[in-house]
């Protein structure tokens, strides 16, 4: 009877991490969908309750919180501050920051109960590896539904692109909630490929991280590993359909870094299986690259577009995207400048030099370098970088940009102590995003918001285990 009571104190209801594995599923499935905010809301504010339970279980049983892998919370806690200080004291606009606080800044805070209570009711899940089966089985649960989640983005872009092919083809009109477009500034249905790209690429990521594992390990088997083969292909699929040139290129990446963890151990003393796979994968990024080549004929031009685009005084168009009718420079061959390697290279270089004049940073999550742009040069018509860091960092400075990159680098790290698969998302998932901010413009709420949440769910899968009770 002791021992059963202690069970009980030790662990948390199943049915309540049940829950909030499905609040994340449901919040991560819809979260970049337009007109969702009331079953996002829902999520945050039911997740939010059911973490603050959690948190306050954890510290009835005296979890510490002066231990290295809660440093990511607490740099978390920082940016917080640093925000709220950004809108009192450093802002250049103090009415508009505010508004973008009361709306913005108000649901990335209040998911800090959710995400921080859905790590640790996981870490107390899958703390000890277990002998008891029914333990293990519900950890299995959990990770499936998590896993579910991360990859209910592509479900549903897939769900959508076959109603849109059906409509078109029986000439009937589907709801605005069904339709793909990319014309998400007059378009309130509308939806940015780069959104793909953020919510998509963690599943693509979580299941190579695990592919590879299970290669070096000598353990692939596709009875085992099917259904992350499938995402694999699914994601690259929705990159390929959706023409993103950016997913494509980080998830060439990733598998890259894949081939150089697994290759020269497999190609060393690995058995014929082993090889086969790593052989497989190889072909699999030889294929993306020769179809991203065809679908993107502007990779050719992409060294010759730089050039110019460097000459940010000579060629100044950079500055107007054509809004006033000056056009574009042409390259070295004669040929006009493709916009996207332009563009990218001229404002990630402008913004450098902005954020260099301006360490404090202007105060907007989002139009921080229109707003700099805009007081350095008055005719220009701009708006973000192409970078999610650069233009952060433009809106709350080096001390924002250094809390929040500091945050996730600490969670990454310690992410490598977590049991597999759940250590997947942090080195993977959380990497992956990591990366895809470098060179994508996903500087706002949604986007912020869920690197804030996945910060803190990584963390809170990472903080040590409590002793067990000793009478």
């Known amino acids: 009877m002791t021992h059963m009571t202690h069970s009980a104190e030790r662990n948390l209801p199943p049915l309540l991490i049940s829950s909030l594995c499905w609040l994340f599923a449901v919040l ?59 809108l009192l004291w450093f802002g250049a606009e103090p009415a508009l920051q505010l508004q973008e606080f009361s709306r913005s800044w108000k649901k990335i805070i209040f998911c800090f109960p959710f995400a921080l209570g ?19 089985a519900y950890s299995n649960r959990y990770w499936r539904i998590i896993y579910l989640g991360l990859m209910l983005p592509t479900f549903i872009f897939f769900i959508k692109y076959a109603l849109n092919i059906w409509a078109t083809t029986q000439h009937i009109e589907l709801s605005p909630f069904l339709t793909l477009s990319e014309d998400y500034l007059y378009n309130r249905f509308g939806m940015s490929k780069a959104w793909y790209v953020f919510f998509c690429l963690p599943g693509f990521a979580v299941a190579l991280g695990i592919l590879t594992q299970a290669i070096l390990s000598n353990h692939f088997s596709l009875k085992s590993h099917w259904v992350y083969l499938l995402s694999i292909i699914a994601v690259l699929l929705t990159f390929y359909l959706q023409a993103v040139r950016n997913g494509m290129i980080y998830a060439g990446v990733l598998i890259v870094i894949a081939m150089v963890m697994a290759g020269g151990s497999v190609l060393r003393s690995g058995s014929r299986k082993q090889v086969t796979a790593l052989i497989a994968i190889s072909w699999i990024l030889a294929a993306m690259v020769a179809a991203s080549v065809h679908k993107h004929p502007q990779w050719k031009m992409m060294f010759a577009d730089a050039k110019v685009a460097v000459q940010l005084d000579q060629f100044d168009h950079w500055k107007y995207q054509n809004h006033l009718g000056k056009g574009y420079p042409v390259n070295e061959y004669g040929q006009t400048v493709n916009l996207s390697n332009y563009e990218r ?21 989002s139009l921080s370098f229109d707003r700099l742009t805009k007081a350095k040069w008055p005719d220009s018509f701009l708006s973000m970088t192409h970078s999610g860091w650069l233009d952060f960092a433009l809106g709350y400075g080096m001390p924002g940009l250094g809390l929040l990159v500091g945050a996730l680098l600490l969670a990454w790290h310690n992410s490598k102590k977590i049991i597999a698969p759940w250590s997947y998302l942090g080195r993977w998932g959380l990497g992956s995003i990591g990366l895809l901010m470098i060179t994508t413009e996903l500087s706002s709420e949604i986007f912020i918001n869920a690197i804030v949440f996945m910060v803190l769910l990584v963390a809170g899968l990472s903080l040590k285990a409590d002793p067990l009770p000793t009478n």
């Open 28 to 86: 991560f499935g819809v979260w970049m969908l337009p007109n969702t905010i009331f079953i996002r809301s829902t999520c945050l504010v039911i997740g939010g309750l059911l973490g603050l339970y959690v948190i306050a279980w954890q510290f009835k049983r005296g979890m510490s919180v002066f231990q290295v892998a809660a440093t990511p919370i607490l740099l978390i806690v920082l940016l917080y501050v640093w925000v709220t200080a950004h």
């Open 118 to 136: 859905l790590g640790l009711a996981l870490r107390n899940a899958i703390q000890k590896p277990s002998t008891n089966k029914s333990i293990d």
């Open 345 to 365: 290279v001229a404002w990630g270089l402008v913004g450098t030099q902005l954020l260099i004049e301006n360490p404090q940073g202007y105060g907007l999550m």
